[in-house]
């Protein structure tokens, strides 16, 4: 079955460092979506990545969805306290517009 | 406004007692989700519904089931209830299939003894 995987599953970094998780999905996807997680809570949207090649930015956030379609980034930087959390990929596949299968998540922790 | 709401919020369950878990949305959304996340891990998708009357299988339906009578309301039951099974249960809902986000209820803490 697919399958999206995420690297790393955790990373501890001393606040203003950078931070980048990497999402692999083993199909091609017809678009990416981005959620963050707060410790004890739920999955919140982030950002949406249709087109290949595609790289968004939101603040200190900046997203890249690669040129096949199966892998996508997350870069954040100089890391806040606030950024503490969760970072889920998830992906529709090519073959299913309505699944969306979510990847293992990459844990941050900020050191303040 | 409410957005996706779940409920029971926390459930200890004895091995092979079954249960529902309710969820509702007030945003008319078509498309809704149940996703499981054990300690530590991501989000497996057990079932959906792309609209009342219609659902399908996810990544790990095995010992659950679901209906959608009515748009709003997508609950899940859990029968013979198994230590597997305890973990962190989310519904979603969303607009469109292919390009709507996710909006998630609280969650369903549910421990199997």
């Known amino acids: 079955g697919q399958q999206v995987m995420q690297i790393p599953q955790y990373q501890h970094v001393q606040e203003g460092e950078d931070f980048t998780t990497y999402c692999n999905s083993s199909?091609?996807?017809?678009?990416i979506q981005w959620y963050k997680q707060r410790p004890g809570g739920h999955p919140v949207f982030l950002i949406q990545?249709?087109?290949?090649?595609e790289v968004k930015k939101q603040k200190r956030l900046t997203f890249q969805f690669g040129e096949a379609k199966k892998n996508s980034s997350l870069h954040i930087t100089a890391t806040q306290t606030t950024d503490v959390g969760t970072y889920f990929c998830a992906g529709h596949p090519m073959d299913s517009s309505y699944k969306l299968i979510f990847g293992s998540g990459t844990r941050l922790l900020v050191r303040p | 406004n409410a957005g996706v709401t779940q409920t029971p919020k926390f459930r200890i369950l004895k091995i092979g007692q079954s249960m529902t878990l309710q969820c509702a949305q007030d945003m008319n959304h078509n498309y809704m989700y149940w996703y499981r996340q054990d300690p530590g891990m991501g989000l497996k998708l057990i079932y959906y519904?792309?609209?009342?009357?219609?659902?399908d299988k996810g990544e790990v339906p095995n010992g659950y089931n679901v209906s959608r009578s009515t748009t709003e309301y997508f609950p899940l039951r859990l029968e013979l209830a198994a230590p597997s099974q305890t973990s962190v249960y989310f519904c979603?809902?969303?607009?469109?299939?292919?390009?709507?986000?996710?909006?998630f209820g609280e969650g369903s803490r549910l421990t199997v003894l």
């Open positions: 519904s792309v609209g009342a009357g219609i659902t």
């Open positions: 990545l249709v087109k290949s090649g």
């Open positions: 199909t091609t996807l017809s678009n």
């Open positions: 979603a809902s969303s607009a469109g299939g292919h390009t709507g986000e996710l909006f």
